[in-house]
């Protein structure tokens, strides 16, 4: 049965801290995503990664870094937190390719961010 | 840009059939997807198309025209547990997945 954890389901977090998301997975995938998911706006990307020590940028990647040291993990980092991003955070991963491949998601984050 | 468009709230009753469209305008295109989230969860893998036509799979069918942009996904013998949000997403032929912003599906008794 195919796995992707996420490090915490629930986050508060003040103002100016660095935030550290974890994301696991157990299916030896090559490629993870990191979205947000907002009301009305959908999944936006924010960085994905399709090897180890690869990334490139999504869609929104202002404020956040990554770091994939492993294969299976896939880290956000929040240099210094906002209330701005507050939001639900989601993990995905995607066999090798990134074409034609669903992707299976972690449960998620709800960060709040005060 | 690139652009996937779902109705954002459908209501239907349990025991009916619901069509759920998107429509979408990519730079490319290797497969369209839909995927269920009910609330406070994660998505999970619904349908994928590629080609065109309908994919069925048991209750639910997705369909694809790609001339015209277009998919459906088509719910049959509603059921209370199908009360959940529809998420259409595109791949255009790169890592990235570009998804609509959900139908939230209510199914009344």
């Known amino acids: 049965d195919v796995k992707v954890t996420q490090s915490s389901r629930y986050l508060v977090k003040r103002t100016g801290e660095k935030v550290f998301l974890e994301c696991v997975q157990d299916m030896d995938h090559e490629n993870m995503f990191w979205y947000r998911q907002d009301p009305g706006l959908g999944l936006r990307l924010i960085y994905f990664?399709?090897?180890?020590?690869?990334?490139e940028k999504g869609d929104i990647p202002e404020g956040y870094s990554v770091s994939r040291e492993k294969k299976e993990r896939f880290s956000l980092i929040l240099e210094s937190a906002s209330t701005n991003q507050t939001s639900m955070y989601l993990c995905a991963s995607s066999p090798p390719g990134g074409r034609g491949h669903e992707q299976y998601f972690g449960p998620g984050t709800r960060l709040t961010v005060t | 840009g690139q652009n996937i468009d779902q109705p954002t709230e459908m209501t239907a009753t349990e025991g009916a059939i619901v069509q759920i469209n998107c429509t979408y305008q990519?730079?490319?295109?290797?497969?369209l997807f839909w995927y269920q989230q009910h609330a406070g969860e994660a998505p999970t893998f619904l349908s994928y198309?590629?080609?065109?036509g309908l994919e069925e799979k048991g209750r639910f069918s997705s369909f694809l025209s790609r001339s015209k942009g277009y998919s459906y996904l088509l719910l049959k013998e509603l059921q209370m547990k199908d009360s959940a949000s529809y998420l259409c997403?595109?791949?255009?032929?790169?890592?990235?997945?570009?998804f609509g912003t959900g139908t939230r599906l209510k199914v009344l008794a």
């Open positions: 990664s399709y090897d180890v020590k690869m990334k």
């Open positions: 997403a595109v791949n255009p032929g790169t890592y990235k997945y570009i």
């Open positions: 990519t730079s490319g295109f290797n497969g």
């Open positions: 198309n590629v080609l065109d």
